[in-house]
């Protein structure tokens, strides 16, 4: 099988830093030493395991990009940038011909697919890249399908707690409530509880100090009117390496659909899990 060669986009943030190093020791891969950077990024380079990465800002990215695309032949891209550049970027990766896999979270999620399905090529967007957590999300939309109003007239309550550096609402949290809602409740992405002061998650969480700088703890509660009846789903997750093992994944699932003709096409998470 030949490798496949990457760009990892993003650096030197923490989940594109994560992908990096995972891509490092995975023989399916050949990684471009460069990356795709973000404005306030002053330094011209980042060192993962001890190797260097060019840093690109977006005043330069047209013009290297053409250089890198004469000197490296087809490449994928896989973004973990920040939700304010989510629709830029992916205009940029169409724009450029350049198939990618979307991990960042934010932005105009349907402008995003649109951007994608108007251009010449295929590409993975999902708000997680987990493959354990994105088939729990599958159980819950069949159970959205199947079992319509199941949860009516009870309440529900969301909480979810990430990294300080985390921008953005829980993507994974506002599909869920997309579920709960065709399951009978009445709730909006306005009314999860977001937590991100480091203190908080310590005492009143109980996420461990090592992973305070890099977590994903989620909970679902469900009471009826009157009280007498709990359901609850909870799913945490420390560290990210889950999130990297799953874009590695969908990286490969993207290759495999380009060799097959995909073209201005949008593929999900629960796509890669089926390998269809």
Known sequence: MNRIKLMVNGLPGNMATNVVKHAFGDGRFELILQSLTGPEITDREASVHGVTFGLIQPRDRDRAILALKDKEGPFLSVDFSHPTAVNGNAEFYCRNELPFVMGTTGGDRQGLEMTVLGSSIPAVIAPNMAKQIVGFQAMMEYAADTFPDLFKGYSLEIKESH???????????????????????????????????????????????????????????????????????????????????????????????????????VFTMIDVLKGA
């Open 163 to 265: 990294q300080k550096g985390k921008a953005d609402t829980s993507g994974t949290a506002k599909a869920m409530v997309r579920y709960f809602n065709r399951l009978g409740l009445t709730f909006t992405e306005d009314d999860i509880e977001k937590e991100r002061d480091p203190e908080t998650q310590k005492a009143a969480w109980g996420v461990p100090d090592a992973f305070l700088g890099g977590h994903g703890w989620h909970t679902y509660r469900l009471d009826s009117a009157d009280k007498t009846v709990r359901f609850e789903f909870t799913h945490n997750v420390n560290g990210r390496d889950i999130y990297a093992q799953g874009t590695l994944d969908a990286l490969v699932y993207l290759s495999k659909k380009l060799t097959e003709g995909a073209r201005g096409k």
